[in-house]
């Protein structure tokens, strides 16, 4: 029984925010910060795959989202609601409900396949000279929308509320609160299922000694693809709700700011921790709304706090461990690793 | 624990034809020649530069020779990445210890069975029986490996907390949680005191007897040398300059030269 505690408290913490939102006990406004919450937990967990795990340092992770995002919305407005460009929905808008998941984990896979472009440079270059490569292909990302007329450009893409709207004629519940939490879950699941099986600890070996991890019979190349594009296909799920909860996307949401905010997420939560990731996604989240008085003087704060960690902690809130490294008691009920 | 690949072919489990390696205008080794045979125990000796490591790169696929072939149990390595070469059979220790720091013993143990885990990203995703299955049994190997190594007791210890020796040994060990049928040590004495010194003759003997591997070592301590190898190669300049036994090499007058300069000023 005490194994399932997690998971039971998992269940009851998505049903509760499901039933208040769907009983309007939670404001538009705390539904947000929470559903931005989760998009921020996805894209730190994922940025520390490839960030912490693996040692490199890419910072163009809101390229990736950038892909999911347009593929989602692109693909969710094409077959489910009426547009000005794309015409009248492919698909019944009832069936909506069905598919949206699998347009959302298509705007992911998207991203993965856009993560190559940073994977196969990842072969020969390393470090800084792979984090140029990350800058790069964040810029070529969104230049590429910014200069696609169809999709609008760097005007951006609406039209998902409408989909949403779809989902909500056919059964009225808070759709997006739902998914987001669902998406959040799968995509650390999926994570934490990658890097605990002696298959992912192949990404510590890279991190810690790339040339004995080669030796050793790891398929550092292999690796290395399978991790970019798990980091930037869960990225790409980030956007996709991302796009969704906005109900609007364009390029200039996803530039190297964006990526900036998952760095900061990463090196505040500690390299190589997943709840580290989300605790500092939770926190950075909070952090932002509740300095949101300060109007642009936040920027002033918020890099300044980054300052005084990296001063004080600078392996973040958790280091590289994790909740069960902090507090052994916890393990009875969850096993991190 | 047992060795699943038997030897089965009469190749040997290592030959080495006219290897040539060129860094620039540097011949760091020229036209080496060994064959090494099923559990056999070598050494490879020279001064320093004289290209000892970068035979062993060589042979482990981390450089790509400029000539000649190297070929594991009848395999030719040419274009194979150090992977794969260690997928045909070779595993190797480092002059300067190289574990994974900040991976739990065990780990370091397990993540080095990583050529045959035998399931891929969507087995570990969705916790197939094969994963299961698999994972077991490179747990349960990795525990058997570091009990007869004696190194249990460190299974959740990190590599860098431990002695310097201990280290070795477990790199060692490491190497041959592959199932290797070729071993190359590189120093595996350097940094040892007399008395670890002795410890590791005899573990290297008792891993020679114990698993069916053949050993190939580079050592500077003479002594090490003397008690343990069958065959010694002298190198110099990347020229091979004596072999035998070694009490040949030990009295061939080029050995002395390389050693000790010659007379003549």
């Known amino acids: 029984m005490l194994r399932y505690t997690f998971h039971i408290l998992l269940i009851l913490a998505g049903g509760l925010i499901t039933w208040m939102a769907y009983e309007e006990m939670i404001g538009l406004y705390t539904l947000s910060v929470l559903m931005f919450m989760g998009v921020n937990i996805i894209m730190s967990t994922s940025l520390n795959l490839v960030n912490g795990y693996m040692g490199e340092f890419s910072c163009g ?35 909506a ?29 390393r470090g800084d000279y792979l984090a140029i490569i990350t800058i790069a292909a964040n810029y070529i990302i969104i230049s590429v929308i910014e200069n696609l007329g169809v999709i609008g450009g760097s005007r951006g893409f609406m039209g998902m509320k409408r989909v949403i709207n779809a989902m909500e004629d056919v059964a009225y519940l808070p759709w997006m609160p739902i998914w987001v939490f669902l998406f959040t879950v799968f995509s650390v699941w999926l994570l934490r299922r990658y890097l605990s099986s002696t298959f992912g600890k192949g990404v510590s070996a890279i991190c810690q000694d790339e040339v004995a991890a080669e030796i050793m019979s790891v398929n550092t190349n292999k690796i290395k693809t399978i991790s970019f594009m798990v980091s930037s296909g869960v990225a790409g799920i980030a956007g996709g709700l991302f796009a969704y909860v906005i109900g609007y996307v364009n390029p200039g949401s996803f530039n190297i700011l964006k990526s900036t905010e998952a760095l900061v997420m990463v090196y505040l939560g500690g390299m190589g921790s997943l709840s580290g990731s989300i605790l500092s996604a939770v926190l950075f989240t909070l952090l932002l709304e509740a300095l949101r008085p300060l109007q ?37 009920f969850y096993k991190f690793k | ?58 042979v482990s696929g981390f450089y790509q020779p400029s000539e000649g072939d190297i070929l594991v ?39 080095a069975q990583h050529g045959r885990l035998g399931y891929g990203f969507f087995h570990a995703i969705a916790r197939s029986g094969r994963y ?32 310097y020796g201990t280290q070795r040994k477990l790199e060692i060990a490491r190497a041959l949680s592959s199932h290797p049928q070729l071993l190359l040590l590189d120093e595996p004495a350097a940094g040892l005191n007399s008395a670890d010194v002795k410890d590791l003759i005899r573990l290297v003997r008792w891993i020679h007897g114990r698993f069916d591997v053949t050993i190939w070592m580079i050592e500077h301590h003479m002594d090490v040398m003397m008690e343990l190898c069958e065959q010694i190669k002298v190198i110099d300049f990347g020229q091979t300059i004596a072999e035998g036994t070694p009490e040949t090499v030990r009295n061939h007058p080029a050995v002395i030269t390389a050693y000790l300069g010659d007379d003549n000023i």
């Open chain 2, 73 to 111: 149990c009848g395999s030719n390595t040419k274009g194979m990445k150090p992977h794969q070469v260690t997928g045909l059979g070779v595993a190797r220790t480092f002059q300067n210890i190289r574990l994974w720091n900040d991976m739990s013993v065990l780990d370091n143990i397990r993540v």
């Open chain 1, 296 to 332: 642009i003087i936040k920027w002033v704060v918020i890099p300044l706090l980054l300052i005084i960690l990296m001063q004080f902690r600078p392996e973040g809130i958790m280091g590289n461990k994790e909740l069960g490294d902090m507090f052994p008691w916890l393990k009875r």
């Open chain 2, 1 to 58: 624990m047992t060795q699943t690949q038997t030897h089965t072919n009469t190749a040997p489990v290592l030959e080495v034809r006219g290897l040539t390696q060129r860094f620039g205008g540097l011949t760091a080794v020229n036209n080496f020649n060994v064959t090494l045979k099923h559990g056999e125990l070598a050494g490879l000796i020279g001064p320093n530069g004289a290209g000892k490591t970068t035979v062993f790169n060589l």
């Open chain 1, 97 to 125: 409900i069905y598919a949206f998941p699998f347009i959302v984990l298509a705007g992911g896979v998207a991203a993965a396949l856009a993560g190559l472009l940073v994977a196969i440079p990842s072969y020969k270059t």
């Open chain 2, 132 to 163: 299961r299955r698999r994972e077991d049994e490179v747990e349960r190997e990795a525990r058997e490996l570091l009990e007869v190594f004696d190194l249990l007791r460190f299974a959740d210890e990190y590599p860098k907390n431990l002695p």
């Open chain 1, 61 to 95: 992770h809101a390229g990736f989202m950038c892909v999911g995002a347009y593929v989602s919305s692109i693909l969710g407005v094409l077959l489910f609601a009426k547009d000005k460009v794309f015409g009248a929905p492919l698909l019944d808008p009832s069936l």
